[in-house]
């Protein structure tokens, strides 16, 4: 099985940087996707580290240590609309995949 | 195009109603899934479609059948619904395997 923990809640202020760090326990590991959602919305798809290193798309980073069973998300230049809940998630066998409690990042001015 | 379609957006139905979530995609992805999420938690896996066949159901009641009638497809058929099974029901698409699934907006489902 698989097991993911991430932190249950995030303040940051706005203009600042923060890391969304995901610490995972797997049988079985094949990478680490991150999604972003809104309140009342959709998981929206992020960003997937196959590999161990950073990931770069736009004010959006992620990386990937396999040997820590580690992984972060780091998002730049804090905006307002970037306050959302923030999952990690690790695909498993049989096109299961297993999600991190999510962590609610809130943004202040 | 990574774009996966629901509707509706909201429903309301009683214990005895029966009613039908749909769900599209047009990316070829072969593998559609169907979750249900409550509030402040990660959305929980209900079905998995793999080429059109039910390949993975997650003991999940009778209450719901789902159904793929082609590849773009998938029904979620609600019947005899409980007021727990209020949530947000998202639907998913991916090519399958470990490959990065594509949620929908998600049908927000109320049972009075």
């Known amino acids: 099985g698989q097991s993911l923990e991430q932190p249950s809640e995030v303040t940051a202020v706005e203009g600042a940087i923060v890391q969304i760090n995901c610490t995972y326990q797997?049988?079985?590991?094949?990478?680490l996707s991150w999604y972003q959602q809104h309140d009342g919305g959709a998981p929206t798809f992020l960003s997937y580290?196959?590999?161990?290193g950073l990931e770069e798309t736009g004010r959006f980073s992620s990386f990937l240590s396999r040997s820590d069973s580690y992984g972060y998300l780091l998002l730049q230049e804090l905006q307002m609309k970037d306050s959302a809940s923030y999952f990690c998630?690790?695909?498993?066998?049989?096109?299961?995949?297993?999600f991190g409690i999510g962590t609610k990042l809130q943004v202040i001015p | 195009d990574t774009e996966v379609t629901q509707t509706p957006k909201h429903l309301v139905m009683g214990m005895t109603n029966k009613k039908s979530l749909k769900c599209e995609q047009h990316?070829?992805?072969?593998?559609m899934y169907w979750y249900k999420q409550k509030a402040k938690k990660p959305p929980e896996l209900m079905f998995v479609?793999?080429?059109?066949?039910?390949?993975i159901n997650e003991s999940v009641p009778s209450r719901f059948s789902p159904e793929c009638p082609n590849s773009s497809l998938l029904n979620l058929h609600l019947h005899a619904l409980q007021p727990e099974d209020s949530a947000l029901y998202l639907c998913?698409?991916?090519?399958?395997?470990?490959?990065?699934?594509?949620f929908g907006p998600g049908t927000r489902l109320t049972v009075l």
């Open positions: 797997t049988s079985g590991f094949y990478g």
């Open positions: 998913a698409s991916s090519q399958g395997g470990t490959d990065t699934q594509y």
């Open positions: 998630a690790a695909p498993g066998g049989y096109q299961k995949v297993t």
């Open positions: 479609y793999s080429y059109e066949k039910l390949s």
């Open positions: 990316m070829g992805h072969r593998a």
């Open positions: 580290n196959a590999l161990d």
